[in-house]
């Protein structure tokens, strides 16, 4: 990969990754209600996610997936259901008091990692990069050895600031009132992500 298409590469994974989205929004929620450090474990499932993405796309597998409308359409579909059932479940916890023992390192990782997974723009995302940034006439291999540490890092820089941001909302948001709000404001965007992503399946509006 040449510099001038390293740099388009990099420029292109900086607007994929930083732009809000389901990941985000749980990054925020564990930085608010576990503290920075132990949030950390959500962003190595974000990055578990998105190396296997990377070497699935090297392969094809991501590209084979959109081309089966039906396991496309399923994977969207349990997509857009965990996404709301996340936001229901946070919304009716909002005004509760978080749980004084925090949740398994495992836990936390494993929630991420699924968040990621089903998220939809990660399927668009890694294709659009491969389809666009990967050249047919030079070895897979070369080109992975710029690409994937390159998405790595700056897809690590872009959610420990989400969860750094969480952990400053929850220090600020102290009263009960507030701290309800912004968890509900959280809870809120996982629903709409699903119903935007159910829309897109039926084509509503």
């Known amino acids: 990969m040449s510099l001038e298409g390293w740099l388009i590469f ?6 994929f990754v930083t732009s809000p989205g389901p990941n985000a929004v749980n ?3 564990n930085g608010m209600n576990l503290g920075f450090r ?9 990055l578990t996610q998105a190396l296997l993405f990377l070497i699935l796309s090297a392969a094809g597998i991501t590209a084979l997936l959109t081309h089966s409308p039906t396991g496309f359409l399923i994977a969207k579909l349990l997509g857009a259901a965990v996404l709301i ?3 229901v479940r946070n919304w009716r916890a909002a005004d509760k008091p978080l ?8 836990s936390i990782y494993v929630r991420a990692f699924m968040i990621a997974t089903i998220n939809p723009k ?3 995302g890694y294709l659009a990069a491969f389809s666009q940034f990967v050249q047919p006439d030079v070895p897979i291999m070369a080109q ?6 390159t998405a790595l890092v700056i897809t690590a820089l872009s959610y420990c600031g989400y969860t750094a941001l969480g952990a400053v909302l929850g220090r600020a948001a102290m009263g009960a009132v507030a701290n309800t709000v912004v968890r509900r404001v959280l809870a809120s965007c996982f629903i709409l992500y699903g119903v ?3 829309a897109t399946i039926f084509n509503w509006g």
Do not use: E, K
């Open 122 to 124: 990660s399927v668009a």
């Open 85 to 87: 059932w996340l936001g």
């Open 10 to 15: 990099a420029a292109f994974w900086v607007v």
């Open 144 to 149: 992975m050895s710029a690409i994937v540490p």
């Open 27 to 29: 990054c925020i929620q």
């Open 196 to 198: 935007a992503l159910a």
């Open 38 to 46: 132990r949030a950390l474990w959500g962003v190595l499932g974000i």
């Open 99 to 106: 749980a004084t023992q925090a949740p398994a390192a495992g």
